[in-house]
Each structure stands twice: as C-alpha cells, then as structure tokens.
C-alpha cells in the first residue's frame, strides 16, 4: 500500500468521495445519490491522470467495485476500528458522511499501511465466499436445533440426554432413532428388540447406542410433565438436523468441485487435520494469494495466533495471547489443529510436550497451530503437496 501516496489520490466511499493533495490538501468532495458504475467511470476517468485512484470499500457496492477493478484502480478498505482511531486524529468530533470520506483519504495518503486490500476478483474465490457463508449460516442454524433438542431431553430425561454427548447427538442413527420413535417414552413403549430390529433393517449401525439409551432409560423411574408434548416435537427437529446436514454435505461437494477450478486448494487440503471446508476458509482468509504475507510470522500475526509481546522501559518483558487477527483464518487453523491433537501422532507428540511444559490446552493448541501455520505457508509458497512431520521444538 506504499505506492498509494501519490500527488492526487481519489479515495471513493458508497454515495460520497473526495480528492486529497500529497500534502493533504481536499480538492473537492462529491456525493453519489445514484451510485451506478458509468457515473463512476466518468468520474474516475477524470483523475486518473493525475495520480493514483484507489477505490474504498465500506459497504456492498458492486456497482463502483467492478467499474474499478475494470479500469484497473485498485480496491482496498479501512476496518471500522482503524477509522475510529484515524478520525481521534483529526480535529472535530463531528460523524458526517463527508468527513468519514476525508478521514479515509487522509489515512490512506498518509497511513497506507492502515488499508487492507479488499482481495482478488476471482470467479473461484467469490464462489467460495459465498459458499463458506452459507455454510457457516447452516453451522449456526444446526447448533440452535442441537441445542434445542438437548434442551428438551435435559428437562423432561435427564440421563438420555447424557448419552447423547458430544457428536452421538447429531448420528444419522441417533436422529433416525428420534424421528421414529420420539423419545425415550416412545422408546420403551416398543421394547429395545423392536428398536433394534427397525434399526438393522433400516441399514443403521446403532447397537451400542440403543443399548446406552435403554441403560439411561432404565435408571429414570418417574415421568416427568410434559414428556408427552416433547416427544412430539423432537422427531421434527431431528427432520431438519438431517435436513441441514444433507445441505451442508451438498455445500461440501460444492466446495470440492471448486478444487478443480482452483488448484491452490488442494495445497492445504493435504495437510492432515484440513479438509475441503477448512482449506476454502483458509483461502479467503489470506486473499487468495499467499504474496500478501512476506513470511510465516507475518501470517501468523494477521491470523492472531502469534503472542503478543508487551515491555515498556525496564519493566518484564512478557506476551499475552492476541486477541485478534482474521477471525476466520484464525478459526480454521485453531480448528485443524484441535482435530489433529488427537489424530496425528506427531501432532499429538507436539501437543503432550507443550503440555507437559505447563501450557493449558488452548494455549498448547495455539502453540501447534502456529507451528503448522509455517507449514501451510511454506506450502502456498511453493505450491508443494504435504510431505511430513516437521513439527519439532
């Protein structure tokens, strides 16, 4: 972002933009009450010799974007927290659209390093956001129906609900068992033959959870008031538990039909602990294209899994864990490396030594997502395959 500070950069906001000198000087100020991509076109065609054009982007505006990206002027945004503490430098407390376009371009002219670049026009990449955005609305909208449903099993069984710990609850079993029968109450009123047999000829492999269930259902010895009305309305929320699996399963194929219109996907995609989801979170999170990073600890900063050291004067030096960075490339790999804790045995090993040197669990997961965030950039670097365990110190 150096190169932004030319003599006459125009920096454009939806409905408002303004033109500031290199020494800070406003030229003019236009507002856009109809923002379409010609009347953009003429007006940045009007500046562009006179310096450099940089389009900001501060909310949906397609329209400006795609005129921009066209004309080849670059596209890049100042985060909301960053403006705030930009405007506290200027005088004025006033909140106006027309001084937010003057904070932005006096920021940009003279804190280029304050924009982020609004990322690559790729077809690839605008088909995986999309993806991973609804995706993540799929993820949040099961959670609410999981949670749901374990609320009805705590206040009416509580030690059915017990057995349905972690992942059992959401089974392809676990949720045909539910939609068939209910609940416990339904459960028992057939007898644990019957549910076993319904389940083998239906192609589930239940046996042991059936008999956990019946075990929880045998312990509870009264009916608790409203089983009736709850066994009712557990078999449709285990319909769209399934339902919404099956769409996220569909998004899933999506995503790696992708992988063969982008083959840097599959870079991450090798590495254990990564799947096709995760490799496309990844992906939007660096911009795709790992050039935006000149090393590891440049991405592990902007990821927020880098600690943060904090000394002043003659005081103890000492680091904290971030509290930001991108919170979805921070997400994917914090994820990728739980899963591989407990899966891959020189992750694992990693794991138990940082444990073992009295580190609590998320700080020895931080400790190996940052060791594989080395990994996953030396791979896009060089657009290599993984090859095996380099995970010492």
Same mark, same amino acid.
């Given at each position: /972002?150096?190169?932004?500070?030319?003599?006459?950069?125009?920096?454009?906001?939806?409905?408002?933009?303004?033109?500031?000198?290199? *020494?800070?000087?406003?030229?003019?100020?236009?507002?856009?009450?109809?923002?379409?991509?010609?009347?953009?076109?003429?007006?940045?065609?009007?500046?562009?010799?006179?310096?450099?054009?940089?389009?900001?982007?501060?909310?949906?505006?397609?329209?400006?974007?795609?005129?921009?990206?066209?004309? #080849?002027?670059?596209?890049?945004?100042?985060?909301?927290?960053?403006?705030?503490?930009?405007?506290?430098?200027?005088?004025?407390?006033?909140?106006?659209?027309?001084?937010?376009?003057?904070?932005?371009?006096?920021?940009?002219?003279?804190?280029?390093?304050?924009?982020? *670049?609004?990322?690559?026009?790729?077809?690839?990449?605008?088909?995986?956001?999309?993806?991973?955005?609804?995706?993540?609305?799929?993820?949040?909208?099961?959670?609410?129906?999981?949670?749901? =449903?374990?609320? =009805?099993?705590?206040?009416?069984?509580?030690?059915?609900?017990?057995?349905?710990?972690?992942?059992?609850?959401?089974?392809?079993?676990?949720?045909?068992?539910?939609?068939? +029968?209910?609940?416990?109450? #339904?459960?028992?009123?057939?007898?644990?033959?019957?549910?076993?047999?319904?389940?083998?000829?239906?192609?589930?492999?239940?046996?042991?959870?059936?008999?956990?269930?019946?075990?929880?259902?045998?312990?509870?010895?009264?009916?608790?008031?409203? @089983?009736? /009305?709850?066994? @009712?309305?557990?078999?449709?929320?285990?319909?769209?538990?399934?339902?919404?699996?099956?769409?996220?399963?569909?998004?899933?194929?999506?995503?790696?039909?992708?992988?063969?219109?982008?083959?840097?996907? @599959?870079?991450?995609?090798?590495?254990?602990?990564?799947?096709?989801?995760?490799?496309?979170?990844?992906?939007?999170?660096?911009?795709?294209?790992?050039?935006?990073?000149?090393?590891?600890?440049?991405?592990?900063?902007?990821?927020?899994?880098?600690?943060?050291?904090?000394?002043?004067?003659?005081?103890?030096?000492?680091?904290?864990?971030?509290?930001?960075?991108?919170?979805?490339?921070?997400?994917?790999?914090?994820?990728?490396?739980?899963?591989?804790?407990?899966?891959?045995?020189?992750?694992?090993?990693?794991?138990?030594?940082?444990?073992?040197?009295?580190?609590?669990?998320?700080?020895?997961?931080?400790?190996?997502?940052?060791?594989?965030?080395?990994?996953?950039?030396? /791979?896009?670097?060089?657009?290599?395959? +993984?090859?095996?365990?380099?995970?010492?110190?």
């Amino acid at each position: /972002m150096q190169a932004l500070a030319h003599r006459c950069p125009v920096f454009v906001v939806v409905r408002r933009a303004v033109e500031v000198g290199g *020494d800070g000087e406003r030229f003019g100020y236009e507002a856009f009450h109809v923002v379409r991509g010609q009347i953009l076109r003429v007006s940045f065609s009007s500046v562009i010799e006179e310096g450099r054009v940089v389009l900001h982007r501060g909310a949906p505006f397609l329209d400006g974007e795609a005129a921009a990206r066209d004309m #080849g002027i670059a596209v890049a945004y100042l985060p909301g927290t960053a403006m705030r503490r930009t405007a506290q430098l200027l005088p004025g407390d006033a909140k106006t659209d027309r001084r937010d376009a003057h904070v932005i371009a006096w920021a940009a002219l003279k804190l280029p390093e304050t924009l982020r *670049d609004a990322g690559s026009d790729d077809e690839t990449l605008a088909a995986l956001r999309m993806l991973a955005g609804h995706d993540e609305d799929l993820a949040h909208e099961s959670t609410r129906h999981v949670n749901r =449903l374990r609320s =009805l099993l705590l206040q009416t069984h509580p030690t059915f609900e017990r057995v349905l710990k972690g992942e059992r609850a959401t089974r392809d079993a676990t949720l045909a068992l539910l939609e068939r +029968y209910g609940g416990p109450a #339904g459960m028992e009123r057939v007898g644990i033959e019957d549910v076993k047999d319904w389940a083998g000829s239906n192609g589930l492999r239940a046996g042991r959870i059936i008999d956990d269930m019946f075990k929880a259902i045998g312990e509870q010895t009264v009916t608790v008031p409203g @089983t009736g /009305m709850a066994e @009712t309305i557990i078999p449709s929320i285990a319909r769209d538990i399934k339902a919404i699996k099956d769409r996220r399963r569909e998004v899933g194929r999506q995503v790696e039909k992708l992988l063969e219109d982008h083959p840097l996907l @599959t870079v991450p995609a090798s590495m254990p602990g990564i799947g096709v989801r995760t490799a496309s979170n990844i992906l939007l999170g660096i911009g795709g294209d790992i050039a935006n990073f000149k090393s590891a600890a440049h991405l592990a900063a902007y990821a927020g899994i880098a600690p943060v050291t904090g000394q002043s004067g003659t005081s103890i030096k000492g680091e904290r864990p971030a509290r930001g960075g991108n919170k979805r490339l921070k997400n994917a790999l914090w994820q990728s490396s739980f899963v591989v804790s407990t899966k891959h045995p020189p992750s694992i090993a990693y794991y138990k030594r940082k444990r073992e040197q009295g580190k609590h669990h998320n700080a020895a997961v931080i400790c190996l997502a940052r060791r594989r965030c080395d990994v996953i950039y030396s /791979m896009l670097k060089n657009g290599a395959l +993984y090859q095996g365990p380099a995970l010492a110190a």
